[in-house]
């Protein structure tokens, strides 16, 4: 399995932006497709952007279409969530996710970062 680490997380006012990445080790990060997901407080996890293995192809949640956009660098071994226009309801934890499918269901991702918080106050 790959491991994830993400970045970037903090503290902005609303209409603000923020960049998360994730850094993945290994030399199969080409193979997996990636993902971001996010937690709010007393909230299930739920799916915000993924993209697939050679970036040719992205989805995301309708609450962030728009607004974030999922990228990523193979030569560096490196996803990114760009999130413009950030809102009090975008904070959360947000988690980097690896998987052999491009889905929007978490049980399609296999590796998972430890997190990184994102909060946005109004």
């Known amino acids: 399995q790959v491991q994830l680490v993400e970045s970037g997380g903090g503290l902005v006012q609303a209409g603000a932006s923020l960049r998360l990445s994730c850094a993945a080790s290994?030399?199969?990060?080409?193979?997996?497709?990636m993902g971001w997901f996010r937690q709010a407080p007393g909230k299930e996890r739920e799916f915000v952007a993924t993209?697939?293995?050679?970036?040719?192809?992205?989805y995301y949640a309708d609450s962030v279409q728009g607004r974030f956009t999922i990228s990523r660098d193979n030569a560096k071994n490196t996803v990114t969530l760009q999130m413009n226009s950030l809102k009090p309801e975008d904070t959360a934890v947000y988690y980097c996710a690896a998987g052999l499918d491009i889905v929007t269901s978490e049980r399609g991702f296999t590796s998972w970062g430890q997190g990184t918080q994102v909060t946005v106050s109004s």
């Open positions: 290994g030399r199969t990060f080409t193979t997996y497709v």
């Open positions: 993209i697939s293995w050679n970036g040719g192809r992205a």
